[in-house]
């Protein structure tokens, strides 16, 4: 059974940064791509960062220069840091796990940006 785990959200002024957390409860992580997705109320839910197990990175246009999406595979975790934040950043975050063509999903972790 996998489990993932998010922490590191709450509430942040506009222009503030926070720094979310994932791990995962798995024995090869490091073969896992890995990803942070969110969803807004009312909105479907969007890729924010992706990161292969070969370290290739990927962006929405909306994040981009402002997050990044880093690993450390000797905790099993996976971390999304984001600066400058926005109001239009409030949302929740989902880790995803992805390997051999099956999908993991955490909880998701809120994160709200004030104006």
């Known amino acids: 059974q996998v489990q993932l785990v998010e922490s590191g959200g709450g509430l942040v002024q506009s222009g503030g940064s926070l720094r979310l957390s994932c791990v995962a409860s798995v024995s090869i992580f490091r073969l896992y791509a890995m990803a942070w997705y969110r969803q807004a109320p009312g909105k479907q839910r969007e890729l924010v960062a992706g990161?292969?197990?070969?370290?290739?990175?990927t962006y929405a246009d909306s994040v981009k220069g402002r997050f990044t999406i880093s690993r450390d595979n000797a905790k099993n975790t996976v971390y999304l840091q984001m600066n400058s934040l926005k109001p239009e950043d409030t949302a929740v975050y989902y880790c995803?796990?992805?390997?051999?063509?099956?999908?993991?999903w955490g909880q998701g972790t809120q994160v709200t940006v004030s104006s």
């Open positions: 990161l292969t197990s070969g370290g290739t990175t």
């Open positions: 995803n796990g992805l390997i051999g063509g099956r999908n993991y």
